[in-house]
Nanobody, 130 residues
Framework: QVQLVESGGGLVQPGGSLRLSCAAS????????MSWYRQSPGKERELVAG????????TYIDSVKGRFTISRDNAKNTVYLQMTSLKSEDTAVYFC???????????????????????WGQGTQVTVSA
């Protein structure tokens, strides 16, 4: 049985930090690129950050670059999202994803990775408010 279980969400003041974790089970974790998505009320779900199977490539949306860091521990079947300098616009439900396409680009170099299967966690709420 495939499971992605997120944790670490909560209420934090602007400028604060949180670390999200996603524990995976039921599939071969290191065969999958991993991503964090988020969705705010009335908005579409958006890709926040992605990391390749071996962790060598990471991608971020522009609005979180320099503030968020995605990482993974393949020995623990866990992916993390370290969030710093949080802003009110970061408020959303954050979802862990296994398998969706990630694309890393730098200059003329492009790296793309995906898995034919895709799994989602149930989400964890992050609220940034004073």
């Amino acid at each position: 049985q495939v499971q992605l279980v997120e944790s670490g969400g909560g209420l934090v003041q602007p400028g604060g930090s949180l670390r999200l974790s996603c524990a995976a089970s039921g599939f071969t974790f290191d065969n999958y690129p991993m991503s964090w998505y988020r969705q705010s009320p009335g908005k579409e779900r958006e890709l926040v950050a992605g990391i390749s199977k071996a962790g060598g490539y990471r991608t971020y949306i522009d609005s979180v670059k320099g503030r968020f860091t995605i990482s993974r521990d393949n020995a623990k079947n866990t992916v993390y999202l370290q969030m710093t300098s949080l802003k009110s616009e970061d408020t959303a439900v954050y979802f862990c994803n296994a398998g969706s396409k990630i694309t890393y680009s730098s200059g003329d170099f492009t790296f793309t990775e995906r898995h034919e299967d895709e799994y989602w966690g149930q989400g964890t709420q992050v609220t940034v408010s004073a």
